[in-house]
């Protein structure tokens, strides 16, 4: 009796033995490639976004990357959607091996996807998302890197303020982009001595501008402030042109594009814009990242590549200053990044997430280029 139990003892304590030894032996090796997830409209919107994005990274990697390890960016594309952007966020949020997220262009996807982002606590970092709104909740994981609307209304009120501009229409889209961008402007333009006569968000043609063009006219309007993205904004300056409308047309970020003088045509022609880049900067920062881009594309960069290239660059760096790549350290690597020079200028996030930085430049569309006004 007494051999029979010892045999037992001895079969159980082999057992685990081997349990443990087995556990060893297949215990996961860290990761040794750190997945960053990007979500942009690539195919109807990327304007050199994804090249330089895919710079960044290609640079980073080249030079040893981020504590020994490769970066790897798992791209999707939102398509500008609403109910697909929401999709996606939430397959990355329970993919345990994206550390961060940089993304989504549009505010009024960006708005809803951060509470997902912020729920799993994974970091979003948003390069073009410019809703004030996206910063207002409090939340710890949620970032952007460029200036908010309120930002960008501020210097494109001071400048029209200074230069004599008192009585402006606005048009708007009626989106997060439209809405947030036009109270933006309404606030600044006040304290910068400005009257806004008029402001509107649809428009049944050509005749209906030209009504309101007589209306503005007995009230006296100095121009035009348009918070619309592509192709809407640009397209409503067209359209004012053919409706004779006339003055200053000024715009934010969402117009900085070569189709600009495509889409608007002649009436484009003087338009102020507010936007992040300025590839003629004497910085050494942007005199670099310019010649890289062009020896790799063949084409200068622009502000959408310039913020992509930045983000992925902001990212690596707050990985490296805690020498930590879990989505709670990145997040607070970002929060501790103190002024960082990017391409696009000395970057630095606020506990909220807001980009503190000095980053609007002001660009006015001269003869179907872009020329610019400051920096």
């Known amino acids: 009796?007494?051999?029979?139990?010892?045999?037992?003892?001895?079969?159980?304590?082999?057992?685990?033995?081997?349990?443990?030894?087995?556990?060893?032996?297949?215990?996961?090796?860290?990761?040794?490639?750190?997945?960053?997830?990007?979500?942009?409209?690539?195919?109807?919107n990327n304007d050199l976004f994804n090249e330089g994005i895919d710079l960044a990274v290609k640079e980073i990697n080249s030079g040893g990357g981020v504590n020994g390890k490769e970066l790897k960016l798992l791209k999707e594309d939102d398509n500008s959607e609403v109910v697909k952007g929401i999709s996606i966020a939430e397959s990355l949020a329970e993919n345990k091996s994206v550390?961060?997220?940089?993304?989504?262009?549009?505010?009024?996807?960006?708005?809803?996807?951060?509470?997902?982002?912020?729920?799993?606590?994974?970091?979003?970092?948003?390069?073009?998302?410019?809703?004030?709104?996206?910063t207002r909740n409090h939340y710890c994981y949620i970032f952007r890197s460029l200036p908010s609307d309120d930002e960008i209304a501020r210097k494109l009120a001071e400048y029209m303020g200074g230069q004599g501009l008192r009585r402006m229409v606005v048009y708007y889209s009626a989106d997060a982009y439209g809405t947030g961008l036009a109270n933006s402007f309404e606030d600044q333009a006040k304290q910068n001595g400005i009257t806004i006569v008029d402001c509107f968000n649809n428009y049944s043609g050509i005749e209906e501008l030209k009504r309101l063009r007589s209306r503005w006219q007995a009230f006296g309007y100095d121009g035009v402030f348009i918070a619309a993205s592509m192709p809407g904004g640009a397209q409503f300056i067209h359209d004012a042109g053919?409706?004779?409308?006339?003055?200053?047309?000024?715009?934010?970020?969402?117009l900085d594009s070569p189709q600009l003088t495509v889409i608007g045509g002649k009436a484009a022609d003087g338009t102020v814009v507010g936007s992040e880049f300025n590839p003629g900067s004497d910085r050494q920062e942007v005199q670099r990242f310019v010649q890289d881009f062009q020896e790799t594309y063949?084409?200068?960069?622009?502000?959408?590549a310039a913020l992509g290239y930045d983000a992925v660059r902001m990212l690596a760096a707050a990985m490296q200053k805690n020498g930590k790549e879990d989505r709670a350290s990145i997040a607070e690597g970002l929060r501790n990044l103190g002024k960082w020079p990017g391409v696009c200028g000395v970057h630095e996030l606020s506990a909220e997430g807001d980009d503190l930085g000095d980053l609007v430049v002001l660009k006015q569309l001269q003869g179907g280029k872009f020329v610019f006004l400051e920096k």
């Open 242 to 254: 053919q409706a004779g409308i006339k003055g200053t047309f000024a715009t934010g970020d969402a």
């Open 99 to 134: 550390r961060a997220v940089i993304g989504h262009r549009n505010s009024f996807v960006s708005l809803p996807a951060s509470a997902i982002y912020e729920q799993a606590g994974l970091p979003m970092l948003s390069p073009a998302s410019t809703d004030p709104e996206l």
């Open 298 to 304: 063949h084409e200068k960069p622009n502000s959408d």
């Open 1 to 44: 009796m007494f051999d029979k139990m010892c045999r037992i003892f001895q079969i159980l304590f082999l057992g685990l033995v081997f349990i443990f030894l087995s556990a060893g032996c297949t215990r996961l090796e860290e990761p040794q490639e750190i997945v960053i997830g990007v979500v942009w409209p690539f195919e109807a």
